[in-house]
């Protein structure tokens, strides 16, 4: 064999390997988009379903609609940071069980501080993916 023929040869080599290589990672398992529960504010006379300003010690309604897109809802967490806080606390967790996995909907009524500031509410449905999704509302006390 002349040198020509065993660079051929190795040239012919590598192209196949290259394109097994090019082969196998176009082959990977596409995955499915996770897609995390619908979540929604009910709107309407007596829901608040948006930033507003309220009173000190007032009483706000806010009710969520939650809705199974993919997998079954397991929790929906109420949570409020003050003033502009990185850190929120846990104000309401509730596991959810039979039909709520599927369907929930709720009333949340949000009693204000006594003194003036803002308070992020966050409305939090995962499902059993550990998919997320949140719906909050700043309300300015004055």
């Known amino acids: 064999m002349n040198s020509i023929q065993f660079f051929n040869q190795r040239v012919r080599a590598f192209l196949i390997a ?3 290589v090019i082969s196998v990672a176009s082959c990977k398992k596409e995955e499915d988009a996770h897609v995390p529960p619908d979540v929604q504010f009910k709107t309407g006379a007596g829901y608040t379903s948006g930033d507003a300003t309220v009173a000190a010690g007032d009483s706000v309604l806010v009710g969520i609609i939650a809705t199974k897109t993919e997998d ?13 806080a ?13 039909s709520q996995e599927e369907s ?4 949340y009524t949000i009693v204000t501080r006594n003194e003036a500031g803002t308070e992020k509410w ?20 004055q």
């Open 86 to 98: 990185t850190t929120t606390t846990t104000a309401y967790n509730l596991p959810l069980s039979g």
């Open 72 to 84: 079954e809802m397991k929790t929906f967490n109420v949570s409020y940071a003050y003033d502009g």
């Open 18 to 20: 290259a394109v097994l």
């Open 122 to 141: 966050s409305f939090t449905i995962t499902d059993r993916d550990g998919n997320i999704t949140t719906k909050s509302i700043t309300l300015t006390v």
């Open 104 to 107: 929930f909907t709720t009333d």
